[in-house]
């Protein structure tokens, strides 16, 4: 699980806020499959509508620019973001994320290796609202300042609490990882961070970062299907 602050500045938020604020926005179950219709109460951009295309290019634009996110989740595919909007109550009860996302009318297809929500609402600007995350280990609530993104695998089972003052707005999406196993993703993610605290040190040109640098894409091409 992995929280990246600011993937959107201030005024990027304000920009796409703006658009999704003046979007047409649906029930939250256009989309869902049968199980989630259960469990999901809450306000969805239209998909594909001009709005949610235009924010959704803007959050596309800021994640392959976010070096944390692309180390970390070393993305082949992104499912187009969805925005949506809890308010008075509601909620998304207890599930996992299907693992095959399609999108209608295009042979688009994506397997869900990891789960992500971009926080668009301060926290004060509403009670309740976190994401819940059952980890293996423990319990984690999550509520990230406006422009802040947590991934996390979509094996997880996770829960929206419900909005109880004020109204949510985030941005949601899935991510198929080139690496597809979370264990060597982890790996990966980990001699990334310490090659590069090396090389900080030692400089790119010395034969140990060379040879870790090597290391690390032997392994990529090792696990990474393109
Ligand atoms: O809004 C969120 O933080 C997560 C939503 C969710 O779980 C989903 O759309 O599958
Ligand atoms: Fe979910």
Same mark, same amino acid.
């Given at each position: 699980?992995? /929280?990246?602050?600011?993937?959107?500045? /201030?005024?990027?938020?304000?920009?796409?806020?703006?658009?999704? &604020?003046?979007?047409? %926005?649906? &029930?939250?179950?256009?989309?869902?499959?049968?199980?989630?219709?259960? !469990?999901?109460?809450?306000?969805?951009?239209?998909?594909?509508? !001009?709005? !949610?295309?235009?924010?959704?290019?803007?959050?596309? &634009?800021?994640?392959g620019a976010n070096a944390t996110f692309v180390a970390s989740a070393l993305p082949a595919k992104v499912f187009p973001p969805l925005f949506s909007r809890y308010e008075s109550g509601e909620a998304f009860g207890p599930h996992i994320d299907n693992a095959i996302r399609m999108r209608r009318g295009t042979d688009f297809r994506l397997r869900t290796d990891l789960s992500a929500t971009l926080f668009l609402s301060e926290p004060d600007d509403y009670d309740g609202g976190e994401l819940v995350i059952d980890d293996a280990f423990e319990t984690r609530r999550v509520k990230l300042g406006a422009g802040s993104l947590i991934l996390y695998p979509s094996s997880s089972v996770h829960h929206v609490a419900p909005?109880? *003052?004020?109204? *949510?707005?985030?941005?949601?999406? %899935?991510?198929?990882?080139?690496?597809?196993?979370?264990?060597?993703?982890?790996?990966?993610?980990?001699?990334?961070?310490?090659?590069?605290?090396?090389?900080?040190?030692?400089?790119?040109?010395? /034969?140990?970062?060379?040879?870790?640098?090597?290391?690390?894409?032997?392994?990529?091409?090792? %696990?990474?299907?393109?």
């Amino acid at each position: 699980m992995i /929280p990246i602050p600011s993937v959107l500045d /201030p005024e990027l938020v304000a920009g796409v806020r703006a658009l999704v &604020d003046a979007g047409e %926005w649906v &029930d939250g179950n256009a989309t869902s499959g049968a199980q989630s219709a259960i !469990a999901k109460r809450n306000r969805q951009l239209a998909e594909g509508s !001009a709005a !949610a295309v235009k924010a959704g290019s803007i959050v596309l &634009d800021a994640l392959g620019a976010n070096a944390t996110f692309v180390a970390s989740a070393l993305p082949a595919k992104v499912f187009p973001p969805l925005f949506s909007r809890y308010e008075s109550g509601e909620a998304f009860g207890p599930h996992i994320d299907n693992a095959i996302r399609m999108r209608r009318g295009t042979d688009f297809r994506l397997r869900t290796d990891l789960s992500a929500t971009l926080f668009l609402s301060e926290p004060d600007d509403y009670d309740g609202g976190e994401l819940v995350i059952d980890d293996a280990f423990e319990t984690r609530r999550v509520k990230l300042g406006a422009g802040s993104l947590i991934l996390y695998p979509s094996s997880s089972v996770h829960h929206v609490a419900p909005v109880t *003052r004020g109204v *949510r707005v985030a941005c949601v999406f %899935w991510v198929q990882s080139m690496v597809r196993d979370g264990e060597a993703r982890r790996h990966l993610l980990e001699l990334d961070g310490a090659v590069q605290e090396v090389a900080t040190r030692l400089g790119q040109a010395d /034969p140990a970062v060379v040879r870790l640098t090597g290391l690390y894409h032997n392994l990529l091409r090792r %696990w990474a299907d393109v």
